[in-house]
């Protein structure tokens, strides 16, 4: 795979950071702590900004949270002001790893969901008379 340079002034772009705040906000945009920081757009968006570029970003806040869907899972989420940095930086490190991943995969990738996944099962199921199930315990709570 071809490197890319991607300069942190490109990332922490005024305008940049902006579409990343939209786009971290799209159906979130009644959530406290998504008014909060809007309320103090400016101010924010200047602190993130000097952030990136001084390498002082913190990172690690998150909230935890129970579910069950139908087991037990438990959910780690980041803070608000952590979504809009991941936006931020995914518009442009997307596409990089994407292109470094394995045809069949689906999460979180523009155009390819839960439906395209299933459609793929389906062709995969049609091909072959056997298949593996899994599901690893608290994997990604395991990674430091």
């Known amino acids: 795979m071809k490197r890319k340079l991607i300069p942190l002034e490109s990332i922490a772009e005024r305008d940049h950071l902006a579409w990343a705040f939209w786009r971290a906000a799209q159906g979130k945009r ?8 809007a309320k103090n757009l400016d101010e924010n968006l200047d602190r993130m900004q000097s952030e990136i570029l001084s390498g002082t970003v913190g990172v690690g806040r998150m909230h935890s949270f129970e579910i069950r869907d139908p087991k037990r899972r438990v959910i780690h989420a980041p803070c608000f002001r952590e979504r809009v940095l991941h936006h931020a930086l995914m518009a442009y490190l997307g596409p990089v790893f994407e292109r470094s ?24 199921s049609r091909s072959y008379g ?6 690893m315990r608290s994997y990604f709570a395991s990674i430091d």
């Open 30 to 37: 009644g959530r406290p702590e998504v008014q909060a920081f």
């Open 101 to 124: 991943l394995v045809a069949d995969t689906f999460a979180c990738l523009p155009g390819r969901g839960s439906w395209a996944a299933v459609l793929r099962a389906q062709q995969h």
């Open 130 to 135: 056997w298949f593996l199930k899994m599901d």
